[in-house]
């Protein structure tokens, strides 16, 4: 069992920037696909950027290159999102997802996830 707890969320406005952390716990060496995900009112869960952690290959939507970025801290078994330039349209909950199986083209499919986090609300003001 993986634990994966999100935290780093808030409200900024346009332009602005915020990192979330994922904080993982558990059989953590086992987590070769790791991602943060994102959902919006009334909307489906979507993928944001993904990490394959043995092979620091990395995986981002097209909404969110340029301007998010992916990284982790294998000594503190911690994910980041660092999101800069901020829009409107980021404005969701954001979930951090691990995988035991390596990243691949479907990295963005939320079913191949098994760990989930709680959630961390990011809000962006116009």
């Known amino acids: 069992q993986v634990q994966l707890v999100e935290s780093g969320g808030g409200s900024v406005q346009t332009g602005g920037s915020l990192r979330l952390s994922c904080a993982a716990s558990?059989?953590?060496?086992?987590?070769?696909?790791m991602g943060w995900f994102r959902q919006a009112p009334g909307k489906e869960r979507e993928g944001v950027a993904a990490?394959?952690?043995?092979?620091?290959?990395?995986y981002y939507a097209d909404s969110v290159k340029g301007r998010f970025t992916i990284s982790q801290d294998k000594a503190k078994n911690t994910l980041y999102l660092q999101m800069n330039s901020l829009k409107p349209e980021d404005t969701a909950m954001y979930y951090c997802?691990?995988?035991?199986?390596?990243?691949?083209?479907?990295?963005?499919?939320?079913?191949?996830?098994?760990?989930w986090g709680q959630g961390a609300q990011v809000i962006v003001s116009s």
């Open positions: 558990g059989y953590t060496y086992t987590s070769e696909c």
């Open positions: 990490v394959w952690t043995s092979a620091g290959s990395t």
């Open positions: 997802a691990a995988d035991v199986r390596p990243c691949g083209g479907n990295w963005y499919f939320t079913y191949r996830f098994p760990y």
